[in-house]
T-cell receptor, first 114, second 111 residues
Framework: GENVEQHPSTLSVQEGDSAVIKCTYSDSASNYFPWYKQELGKRPQLIIDIRSNVGEKKDQRIAVTLNKTAKHFSLHITETQPEDSAVYFCAASLKGVYGNKLVFGAGTILRVKS | DTGVSQDPRHKITKRGQNVTFRCDPISEHNRLYWYRQTLGQGPEFLTYFQNEAQLEKSRLLSDRFSAERPKGSFSTLEIQRTEQGDSAMYLC?????????FGEGSRLTVL
Protein backbone atom coordinates (compact mmCIF):
# COMPACT_ATOMS: atom_id res chain seq x y z
CA GLY A 1 0.00 0.00 0.00
CA GLU A 2 0.93 3.65 -0.16
CA ASN A 3 3.24 5.10 2.44
CA VAL A 4 3.87 8.83 2.83
CA GLU A 5 6.84 9.97 4.89
CA GLN A 6 7.01 13.59 6.04
CA HIS A 7 9.96 15.52 7.46
CA PRO A 8 10.70 17.29 9.69
CA SER A 9 8.17 16.56 12.42
CA THR A 10 8.72 20.00 13.94
CA LEU A 11 10.16 23.15 12.43
CA SER A 12 10.87 26.47 14.09
CA VAL A 13 11.74 29.51 12.01
CA GLN A 14 12.14 33.19 12.63
CA GLU A 15 9.45 35.45 11.20
CA GLY A 16 10.41 36.41 7.66
CA ASP A 17 12.51 33.31 7.04
CA SER A 18 11.54 30.49 4.69
CA ALA A 19 10.23 27.09 5.73
CA VAL A 20 10.53 23.87 3.74
CA ILE A 21 8.69 20.62 4.45
CA LYS A 22 9.46 17.46 2.49
CA CYS A 23 7.47 14.34 1.74
CA THR A 24 8.21 11.09 -0.04
CA TYR A 25 5.71 8.58 -1.36
CA SER A 26 5.95 4.98 -2.47
CA ASP A 27 3.28 4.40 -5.13
CA SER A 28 4.48 5.45 -8.57
CA ALA A 29 0.83 5.64 -9.72
CA SER A 30 0.10 8.54 -7.33
CA ASN A 31 -0.86 11.59 -9.37
CA TYR A 32 -2.31 14.13 -6.93
CA PHE A 33 -0.41 15.73 -4.05
CA PRO A 34 -2.24 18.20 -1.78
CA TRP A 35 -1.00 20.05 1.26
CA TYR A 36 -3.31 20.76 4.18
CA LYS A 37 -2.92 23.22 7.06
CA GLN A 38 -4.51 22.42 10.40
CA GLU A 39 -4.68 25.00 13.16
CA LEU A 40 -5.22 23.88 16.73
CA GLY A 41 -8.73 22.50 17.18
CA LYS A 42 -9.69 23.23 13.58
CA ARG A 43 -10.31 21.15 10.48
CA PRO A 44 -7.55 20.47 7.93
CA GLN A 45 -7.81 22.95 5.05
CA LEU A 46 -6.24 22.69 1.61
CA ILE A 47 -3.60 25.34 0.98
CA ILE A 48 -2.10 24.15 -2.29
CA ASP A 49 -2.02 21.05 -4.46
CA ILE A 50 -0.14 19.77 -7.46
CA ARG A 51 -0.82 17.13 -10.06
CA SER A 52 1.76 14.86 -11.59
CA ASN A 53 1.80 16.59 -14.96
CA VAL A 54 3.56 19.67 -13.52
CA GLY A 55 6.75 20.08 -11.54
CA GLU A 56 6.03 23.26 -9.62
CA LYS A 57 3.11 25.41 -8.57
CA LYS A 58 3.11 28.71 -6.74
CA ASP A 59 0.45 30.71 -4.94
CA GLN A 60 1.73 33.94 -3.40
CA ARG A 61 4.08 32.94 -0.54
CA ILE A 62 3.44 29.21 -0.93
CA ALA A 63 4.95 26.89 -3.53
CA VAL A 64 5.04 23.15 -4.06
CA THR A 65 7.58 21.21 -6.10
CA LEU A 66 7.25 17.65 -7.33
CA ASN A 67 9.95 15.23 -8.43
CA LYS A 68 8.18 12.18 -9.83
CA THR A 69 11.36 10.30 -10.57
CA ALA A 70 12.50 10.53 -6.97
CA LYS A 71 8.92 10.31 -5.64
CA HIS A 72 9.19 13.33 -3.44
CA PHE A 73 7.45 16.66 -3.15
CA SER A 74 8.03 19.70 -1.00
CA LEU A 75 6.16 22.67 0.43
CA HIS A 76 7.95 26.01 0.50
CA ILE A 77 6.67 28.95 2.52
CA THR A 78 8.52 32.24 2.06
CA GLU A 79 8.43 35.33 4.28
CA THR A 80 6.83 33.36 7.09
CA GLN A 81 4.41 35.11 9.42
CA PRO A 82 3.18 34.15 12.90
CA GLU A 83 -0.18 33.15 11.42
CA ASP A 84 1.60 30.46 9.39
CA SER A 85 2.12 28.58 12.68
CA ALA A 86 0.10 25.36 12.40
CA VAL A 87 0.44 21.67 11.57
CA TYR A 88 0.99 20.94 7.90
CA PHE A 89 0.12 17.62 6.28
CA CYS A 90 1.16 16.35 2.90
CA ALA A 91 -0.87 13.68 1.13
CA ALA A 92 -0.64 11.52 -1.95
CA SER A 93 -3.40 9.91 -3.91
CA LEU A 94 -3.59 6.13 -3.89
CA LYS A 95 -5.43 4.59 -6.80
CA GLY A 96 -7.85 1.87 -5.84
CA VAL A 97 -10.15 -0.30 -7.91
CA TYR A 98 -13.00 2.16 -7.63
CA GLY A 99 -11.16 5.45 -7.36
CA ASN A 100 -8.60 7.43 -5.47
CA LYS A 101 -8.18 8.05 -1.77
CA LEU A 102 -5.64 10.25 -0.01
CA VAL A 103 -2.90 8.91 2.24
CA PHE A 104 -1.51 11.50 4.64
CA GLY A 105 1.89 12.08 6.17
CA ALA A 106 2.28 12.35 9.94
CA GLY A 107 2.43 16.13 9.89
CA THR A 108 4.92 18.93 10.58
CA ILE A 109 4.41 21.37 13.43
CA LEU A 110 5.58 24.75 12.14
CA ARG A 111 6.32 27.48 14.68
CA VAL A 112 7.05 30.96 13.42
CA LYS A 113 8.76 33.05 16.10
CA SER A 114 8.24 36.79 16.03
CA ASP B 1 -22.95 27.23 6.42
CA THR B 2 -22.49 25.16 3.28
CA GLY B 3 -19.45 23.21 4.49
CA VAL B 4 -19.18 19.67 5.84
CA SER B 5 -20.88 19.34 9.21
CA GLN B 6 -20.40 16.64 11.81
CA ASP B 7 -22.37 15.74 14.90
CA PRO B 8 -21.71 15.43 17.76
CA ARG B 9 -18.53 17.46 18.06
CA HIS B 10 -17.57 15.70 21.27
CA LYS B 11 -18.59 12.36 22.71
CA ILE B 12 -17.47 10.82 26.00
CA THR B 13 -18.50 7.24 26.55
CA LYS B 14 -17.66 4.28 28.70
CA ARG B 15 -15.84 1.29 27.33
CA GLY B 16 -18.22 -1.23 25.82
CA GLN B 17 -20.86 1.30 24.77
CA ASN B 18 -21.88 1.95 21.17
CA VAL B 19 -21.49 5.38 19.58
CA THR B 20 -22.71 6.83 16.30
CA PHE B 21 -21.40 9.86 14.44
CA ARG B 22 -23.17 11.71 11.65
CA CYS B 23 -21.69 13.58 8.71
CA ASP B 24 -23.52 15.90 6.34
CA PRO B 25 -21.35 16.55 3.28
CA ILE B 26 -21.41 19.49 0.89
CA SER B 27 -24.64 18.91 -1.00
CA GLU B 28 -23.31 18.42 -4.54
CA HIS B 29 -20.38 16.21 -3.50
CA ASN B 30 -20.78 12.57 -4.48
CA ARG B 31 -17.80 11.24 -2.54
CA LEU B 32 -17.69 10.99 1.24
CA TYR B 33 -14.73 9.85 3.31
CA TRP B 34 -14.19 8.93 6.94
CA TYR B 35 -10.76 9.40 8.49
CA ARG B 36 -9.47 8.97 12.03
CA GLN B 37 -6.86 11.25 13.55
CA THR B 38 -4.95 10.74 16.79
CA LEU B 39 -2.67 13.26 18.49
CA GLY B 40 0.49 13.90 16.53
CA GLN B 41 -0.60 11.90 13.51
CA GLY B 42 -2.06 12.62 10.12
CA PRO B 43 -5.58 11.57 9.17
CA GLU B 44 -5.82 7.81 8.71
CA PHE B 45 -8.18 6.51 6.04
CA LEU B 46 -11.12 4.41 7.26
CA THR B 47 -13.65 4.15 4.44
CA TYR B 48 -15.25 6.02 1.58
CA PHE B 49 -18.49 6.19 -0.41
CA GLN B 50 -19.39 7.23 -3.89
CA ASN B 51 -23.04 8.19 -3.67
CA GLU B 52 -24.58 5.41 -1.54
CA ALA B 53 -22.03 2.72 -2.43
CA GLN B 54 -19.27 1.97 0.07
CA LEU B 55 -16.30 1.43 -2.22
CA GLU B 56 -13.46 0.70 0.14
CA LYS B 57 -12.78 -0.06 3.79
CA SER B 58 -9.38 0.09 5.43
CA ARG B 59 -7.92 -3.25 6.45
CA LEU B 60 -7.27 -1.58 9.80
CA LEU B 61 -11.00 -1.17 10.37
CA SER B 62 -12.28 -3.84 12.74
CA ASP B 63 -15.73 -5.38 12.41
CA ARG B 64 -16.88 -3.19 15.32
CA PHE B 65 -16.89 -0.26 12.88
CA SER B 66 -19.67 0.17 10.34
CA ALA B 67 -20.55 3.07 8.08
CA GLU B 68 -23.57 3.80 5.95
CA ARG B 69 -24.69 6.39 3.47
CA PRO B 70 -28.22 5.19 2.77
CA LYS B 71 -29.47 7.85 0.35
CA GLY B 72 -26.17 9.11 -0.95
CA SER B 73 -26.36 12.22 1.21
CA PHE B 74 -25.48 12.10 4.93
CA SER B 75 -23.42 9.28 6.40
CA THR B 76 -23.19 7.62 9.79
CA LEU B 77 -20.22 5.89 11.40
CA GLU B 78 -21.05 3.50 14.21
CA ILE B 79 -18.55 1.99 16.63
CA GLN B 80 -19.82 -0.93 18.65
CA ARG B 81 -18.38 -2.10 21.98
CA THR B 82 -16.00 0.84 22.16
CA GLU B 83 -12.47 0.35 23.45
CA GLN B 84 -10.07 2.91 24.89
CA GLY B 85 -7.99 2.62 21.74
CA ASP B 86 -10.92 4.02 19.76
CA SER B 87 -10.38 7.43 21.37
CA ALA B 88 -9.58 9.78 18.51
CA MET B 89 -10.92 12.53 16.29
CA TYR B 90 -13.18 11.13 13.57
CA LEU B 91 -13.05 13.33 10.50
CA CYS B 92 -15.50 13.30 7.64
CA UNK B 93 -14.62 14.78 4.27
CA UNK B 94 -16.45 15.16 0.98
CA UNK B 95 -15.26 15.79 -2.54
CA UNK B 96 -16.40 16.20 -6.09
CA UNK B 97 -13.25 16.46 -8.20
CA UNK B 98 -10.34 15.55 -5.96
CA UNK B 99 -9.97 18.19 -3.24
CA UNK B 100 -11.20 16.92 0.10
CA UNK B 101 -13.24 19.31 2.24
CA PHE B 102 -13.10 18.29 5.87
CA GLY B 103 -15.60 18.74 8.64
CA GLU B 104 -14.62 19.93 12.11
CA GLY B 105 -14.56 16.35 13.35
CA SER B 106 -16.17 14.36 16.14
CA ARG B 107 -13.87 13.84 19.10
CA LEU B 108 -14.42 10.51 20.87
CA THR B 109 -13.15 9.82 24.37
CA VAL B 110 -13.60 6.30 25.68
CA LEU B 111 -13.18 6.01 29.45
Amino acid sequence: GENVEQHPSTLSVQEGDSAVIKCTYSDSASNYFPWYKQELGKRPQLIIDIRSNVGEKKDQRIAVTLNKTAKHFSLHITETQPEDSAVYFCAASLKGVYGNKLVFGAGTILRVKS
Amino acid sequence: DTGVSQDPRHKITKRGQNVTFRCDPISEHNRLYWYRQTLGQGPEFLTYFQNEAQLEKSRLLSDRFSAERPKGSFSTLEIQRTEQGDSAMYLCASSLMGELFFGEGSRLTVL
